[in-house]
Protein backbone atom coordinates (compact mmCIF):
# COMPACT_ATOMS: atom_id res chain seq x y z
CA UNK A 1 0.00 0.00 0.00
CA UNK A 2 1.38 3.22 -0.83
CA UNK A 3 2.21 5.84 2.05
CA UNK A 4 0.86 9.12 2.19
CA UNK A 5 2.34 12.18 4.08
CA UNK A 6 0.86 15.30 5.01
CA UNK A 7 2.81 18.33 2.72
CA UNK A 8 3.59 19.85 6.40
CA UNK A 9 5.12 17.00 7.95
CA UNK A 10 5.98 13.18 7.60
CA UNK A 11 2.99 11.62 9.35
CA UNK A 12 1.41 9.23 7.07
CA UNK A 13 -1.74 9.99 6.21
CA UNK A 14 -4.62 8.45 3.84
CA UNK A 15 -6.20 10.67 1.49
CA UNK A 16 -9.74 10.71 1.67
CA UNK A 17 -12.55 10.01 -1.01
CA UNK A 18 -16.21 11.40 -0.97
CA UNK A 19 -18.48 9.09 -3.04
CA UNK A 20 -22.39 9.28 -2.53
CA UNK A 21 -24.53 6.55 -3.66
CA UNK A 22 -21.65 4.19 -2.54
CA UNK A 23 -23.50 1.26 -0.83
CA UNK A 24 -23.56 -0.80 -4.31
CA UNK A 25 -23.29 -0.66 -8.07
CA UNK A 26 -20.70 1.85 -9.63
CA UNK A 27 -20.28 3.47 -6.13
CA UNK A 28 -19.28 0.65 -4.31
CA UNK A 29 -17.01 -0.92 -6.80
CA UNK A 30 -15.11 2.18 -7.16
CA UNK A 31 -15.56 2.38 -3.63
CA UNK A 32 -13.32 -1.03 -3.30
CA UNK A 33 -11.10 0.03 -5.79
CA UNK A 34 -10.19 3.34 -3.94
CA UNK A 35 -10.39 1.58 -0.62
CA UNK A 36 -7.69 -1.14 -1.70
CA UNK A 37 -5.26 1.78 -2.92
CA UNK A 38 -5.46 2.92 0.82
CA UNK A 39 -7.81 5.87 0.81
CA UNK A 40 -9.69 6.66 3.92
CA UNK A 41 -13.48 6.59 2.73
CA UNK A 42 -17.12 8.73 3.35
CA UNK A 43 -19.98 6.69 1.93
CA UNK A 44 -23.44 7.32 1.89
CA UNK A 45 -26.98 5.81 0.88
CA UNK A 46 -30.83 5.76 1.70
CA UNK A 47 -30.99 2.08 2.55
CA UNK A 48 -28.56 1.61 6.18
CA UNK A 49 -28.48 -1.84 5.72
CA UNK A 50 -26.94 -2.18 2.57
CA UNK A 51 -24.48 0.35 3.26
CA UNK A 52 -23.69 -0.92 7.01
CA UNK A 53 -22.76 -4.15 4.78
CA UNK A 54 -21.00 -3.10 2.23
CA UNK A 55 -18.88 -0.62 5.08
CA UNK A 56 -17.94 -3.64 6.83
CA UNK A 57 -16.60 -5.06 3.47
CA UNK A 58 -14.79 -1.89 2.55
CA UNK A 59 -12.78 -1.63 6.38
CA UNK A 60 -11.24 -5.24 5.71
CA UNK A 61 -8.72 -3.51 3.44
CA UNK A 62 -8.00 -1.68 6.71
CA UNK A 63 -8.92 2.23 6.27
CA UNK A 64 -11.50 3.89 7.95
CA UNK A 65 -14.71 4.15 6.78
CA UNK A 66 -17.67 6.43 7.27
CA UNK A 67 -20.76 5.25 6.74
CA UNK A 68 -23.79 7.71 6.69
CA UNK A 69 -27.39 6.87 5.67
CA UNK A 70 -29.40 9.65 3.94
CA UNK A 71 -30.46 11.43 1.05
CA UNK A 72 -28.41 13.52 -1.18
CA UNK A 73 -31.37 15.60 -1.25
CA UNK A 74 -31.28 16.70 2.21
CA UNK A 75 -28.90 19.40 3.15
CA UNK A 76 -28.03 18.30 6.83
CA UNK A 77 -26.75 15.21 5.67
CA UNK A 78 -24.56 17.01 2.98
CA UNK A 79 -23.66 18.72 5.84
CA UNK A 80 -23.02 15.87 7.64
CA UNK A 81 -21.00 14.17 4.86
CA UNK A 82 -18.72 17.25 4.77
CA UNK A 83 -17.89 17.35 7.99
CA UNK A 84 -17.01 13.35 8.18
CA UNK A 85 -14.33 13.84 5.45
CA UNK A 86 -13.03 16.46 7.62
CA UNK A 87 -12.89 14.24 10.14
CA UNK A 88 -11.13 11.30 8.26
CA UNK A 89 -8.47 13.12 6.57
CA UNK A 90 -7.51 15.26 3.85
CA UNK A 91 -10.20 15.34 1.03
CA UNK A 92 -9.06 14.97 -2.51
CA UNK A 93 -11.93 13.63 -4.12
CA UNK A 94 -15.60 13.67 -4.32
CA UNK A 95 -17.42 11.45 -6.80
CA UNK A 96 -21.23 12.28 -6.58
CA UNK A 97 -22.35 9.10 -8.33
CA UNK A 98 -25.79 8.97 -6.13
CA UNK A 99 -28.77 9.28 -9.15
CA UNK A 100 -32.23 9.21 -9.64
CA UNK A 101 -33.46 7.87 -13.00
CA UNK A 102 -37.20 9.09 -12.51
CA UNK A 103 -40.36 7.08 -13.14
CA UNK A 104 -40.22 4.03 -14.79
CA UNK A 105 -41.01 3.10 -18.09
CA UNK A 106 -39.55 6.67 -18.97
CA UNK A 107 -42.28 9.12 -19.93
CA UNK A 108 -42.16 11.07 -22.33
CA UNK A 109 -41.42 14.81 -21.86
CA UNK A 110 -44.75 16.16 -23.09
CA UNK A 111 -46.11 13.62 -20.54
CA UNK A 112 -43.48 13.65 -17.82
CA UNK A 113 -44.94 13.83 -14.11
CA UNK A 114 -43.35 17.76 -12.96
CA UNK A 115 -43.04 16.41 -9.20
CA UNK A 116 -40.95 13.19 -10.62
CA UNK A 117 -39.20 15.66 -12.92
CA UNK A 118 -38.30 17.83 -9.68
CA UNK A 119 -36.70 14.81 -7.42
CA UNK A 120 -34.98 14.02 -10.37
CA UNK A 121 -33.25 17.07 -11.06
CA UNK A 122 -32.72 17.78 -7.14
CA UNK A 123 -30.84 14.17 -7.04
CA UNK A 124 -28.74 14.82 -10.04
CA UNK A 125 -28.20 17.91 -10.66
CA UNK A 126 -28.83 20.46 -7.56
CA UNK A 127 -27.50 17.97 -4.65
CA UNK A 128 -24.48 17.43 -6.99
CA UNK A 129 -23.97 21.24 -6.87
CA UNK A 130 -24.83 21.36 -3.42
CA UNK A 131 -22.34 18.82 -2.33
CA UNK A 132 -19.40 20.31 -4.12
CA UNK A 133 -19.94 24.13 -3.27
CA UNK A 134 -19.66 22.67 0.66
CA UNK A 135 -16.56 20.06 -0.38
CA UNK A 136 -14.69 22.67 -2.16
CA UNK A 137 -12.88 24.65 0.81
CA UNK A 138 -11.79 20.77 1.87
CA UNK A 139 -10.92 19.69 -2.07
CA UNK A 140 -9.16 23.27 -2.89
CA UNK A 141 -6.97 23.13 0.26
CA UNK A 142 -5.54 19.83 -1.71
CA UNK A 143 -6.09 20.18 -5.04
CA UNK A 144 -8.64 17.90 -5.45
CA UNK A 145 -10.53 16.87 -7.72
CA UNK A 146 -14.35 16.27 -8.22
CA UNK A 147 -15.93 13.81 -10.90
CA UNK A 148 -20.12 13.87 -11.75
CA UNK A 149 -21.16 10.19 -12.85
CA UNK A 150 -23.21 10.67 -15.99
CA UNK A 151 -24.33 8.81 -18.81
CA UNK A 152 -24.01 8.25 -22.68
CA UNK A 153 -27.31 9.06 -22.76
CA UNK A 154 -25.77 12.40 -22.03
CA UNK A 155 -24.11 12.54 -25.20
CA UNK A 156 -25.73 11.66 -27.95
CA UNK A 157 -29.32 10.79 -26.69
CA UNK A 158 -31.87 7.96 -26.99
CA UNK A 159 -35.17 8.15 -28.11
CA UNK A 160 -37.59 8.70 -25.10
CA UNK A 161 -34.64 9.67 -22.75
CA UNK A 162 -34.84 13.55 -23.65
CA UNK A 163 -35.34 14.39 -20.01
CA UNK A 164 -31.81 12.18 -18.67
CA UNK A 165 -30.21 13.78 -21.33
CA UNK A 166 -30.85 17.18 -20.53
CA UNK A 167 -29.87 17.19 -16.85
CA UNK A 168 -27.22 14.88 -17.17
CA UNK A 169 -25.40 17.10 -19.89
CA UNK A 170 -24.13 18.55 -16.53
CA UNK A 171 -21.73 16.15 -15.84
CA UNK A 172 -17.72 16.81 -16.22
CA UNK A 173 -14.79 16.59 -13.73
CA UNK A 174 -13.65 19.62 -12.35
CA UNK A 175 -10.06 20.45 -10.75
CA UNK A 176 -11.12 22.06 -7.07
CA UNK A 177 -8.10 24.36 -7.16
CA UNK A 178 -8.75 26.77 -9.73
CA UNK A 179 -12.43 25.43 -11.33
CA UNK A 180 -10.80 24.37 -14.87
CA UNK A 181 -12.68 22.17 -16.49
CA UNK A 182 -11.17 19.33 -18.01
CA UNK A 183 -10.86 19.08 -21.82
CA UNK A 184 -14.29 19.22 -23.38
CA UNK A 185 -16.49 16.31 -24.29
CA UNK A 186 -16.61 15.56 -27.78
CA UNK A 187 -20.14 15.89 -29.44
CA UNK A 188 -21.81 13.02 -29.68
CA UNK A 189 -23.21 11.86 -33.24
CA UNK A 190 -25.90 14.42 -34.32
CA UNK A 191 -25.57 16.49 -31.52
CA UNK A 192 -24.83 20.47 -32.30
CA UNK A 193 -24.24 24.07 -30.35
CA UNK A 194 -21.45 24.85 -28.60
N1 LIG B 1 -26.23 1.22 -14.50
C1 LIG B 1 -26.17 1.78 -15.70
O1 LIG B 1 -26.42 1.15 -16.73
C2 LIG B 1 -25.75 3.23 -15.83
C3 LIG B 1 -25.69 3.78 -17.10
C4 LIG B 1 -25.32 5.10 -17.24
C5 LIG B 1 -25.02 5.87 -16.13
N2 LIG B 1 -25.10 5.31 -14.89
C6 LIG B 1 -24.80 6.17 -13.76
O2 LIG B 1 -23.88 5.52 -12.90
C7 LIG B 1 -24.14 5.89 -11.56
C8 LIG B 1 -24.27 4.65 -10.70
O3 LIG B 1 -25.27 3.82 -11.26
P1 LIG B 1 -25.48 2.35 -10.73
O4 LIG B 1 -26.12 1.58 -11.82
O5 LIG B 1 -24.22 1.85 -10.10
O6 LIG B 1 -26.59 2.61 -9.60
P2 LIG B 1 -27.16 1.58 -8.50
O7 LIG B 1 -26.57 0.23 -8.60
O8 LIG B 1 -28.65 1.72 -8.57
O9 LIG B 1 -26.64 2.24 -7.15
C9 LIG B 1 -27.05 3.54 -6.81
C10 LIG B 1 -26.46 3.90 -5.46
O10 LIG B 1 -26.88 5.23 -5.13
C11 LIG B 1 -27.64 5.20 -3.91
N3 LIG B 1 -28.61 6.28 -4.02
C12 LIG B 1 -29.62 6.41 -4.92
N4 LIG B 1 -30.28 7.54 -4.71
C13 LIG B 1 -29.70 8.14 -3.66
C14 LIG B 1 -29.95 9.34 -2.96
N5 LIG B 1 -30.96 10.16 -3.28
N6 LIG B 1 -29.14 9.68 -1.92
C15 LIG B 1 -28.12 8.87 -1.55
N7 LIG B 1 -27.84 7.71 -2.19
C16 LIG B 1 -28.63 7.36 -3.21
C17 LIG B 1 -28.20 3.77 -3.85
O11 LIG B 1 -28.54 3.33 -2.56
P3 LIG B 1 -30.02 3.58 -1.97
O12 LIG B 1 -31.01 3.15 -3.01
O13 LIG B 1 -30.07 2.75 -0.70
O14 LIG B 1 -30.10 5.05 -1.69
C18 LIG B 1 -26.98 3.01 -4.36
O15 LIG B 1 -25.99 2.92 -3.34
C19 LIG B 1 -25.39 6.77 -11.57
O16 LIG B 1 -25.01 8.14 -11.53
C20 LIG B 1 -26.03 6.44 -12.91
O17 LIG B 1 -26.79 7.51 -13.43
C21 LIG B 1 -25.47 4.01 -14.73
Not at 39 to 63: C, K, P, Q
Not at 173 to 183: E, F, I, Y
Request: net charge positive.
Amino acid sequence: MPTYRNPDGNTPRRPVALITGASKGLGATLADFLAAQGYNLVIDARSAETLTATAERLRAYGGAVAALPGDVTDPAHRKALVEAARASGRLVLLVNNASALGPSPMPAMAAYPLDALARVLAVNVIAPVALTQAALPLLVERGGLVVNVSSAAALGGYPGWGRLRGEQGRARPHHADDGRRTPRRRRGRGERGP
